[in-house]
Nanobody
Framework: QVDFRESGGDLVQPGGSLRLSCAAS????????MGWFRQAPGKERQVVSC??????????????YYADSVKGRFTISRDNTKNTLFLQMDSLEPEDTATYYC??????????????????WGQGTLVTVSS
């Protein structure tokens, strides 16, 4: 059974940092591109970043995508030995306030992310940026 457990969300002041984690199980994590998405209150879920299955802590094929709104502030990474996806978020802004979700995606390259191809979402983790 495919499952995603996101964690690391918290209340943080503008300019602060958080590191989100996503523990994945029930599928061959190392063979799937992965992505982070977020949904702010009253808005649709949108992609934040995604990473190819070949990019790990020791190597990369360069296929990483960031939404313009987070480029230069967020860093996605993954550990295929631990089936875990990460999102380092720096210089947080109030506009980053949202529930963050991870998912397997159809593809990841420098220009875009594929859709959620396992059709499973975790419970998400809430990030609130406020003074």
């Amino acid at each position: 059974q495919v499952d995603f457990r996101e964690s690391g969300g918290d209340l943080v002041q503008p300019g602060g940092s958080l590191r989100l984690s996503c523990a994945a199980s029930g599928f061959a994590f190392e063979h799937y591109a992965m992505g982070w998405f977020r949904q702010a209150p009253g808005k649709e879920r949108q992609v934040v970043s995604c990473i190819s299955h070949r990019t790990s802590t020791t190597s990369t094929d360069g296929n990483i995508y960031y939404a313009d709104s987070v480029k230069g502030r967020f860093t996605i990474s993954r550990d295929n030995t631990k089936n875990t996806l990460f999102l380092q978020m720096d210089s947080l802004e109030p506009e980053d306030t949202a529930t963050y979700y991870c998912a397997a995606v159809a593809y990841a390259n420098r220009y875009s992310c594929g859709e959620n191809n396992l059709l499973v979402w975790g419970q998400g983790t809430l990030v609130t940026v406020s003074s």
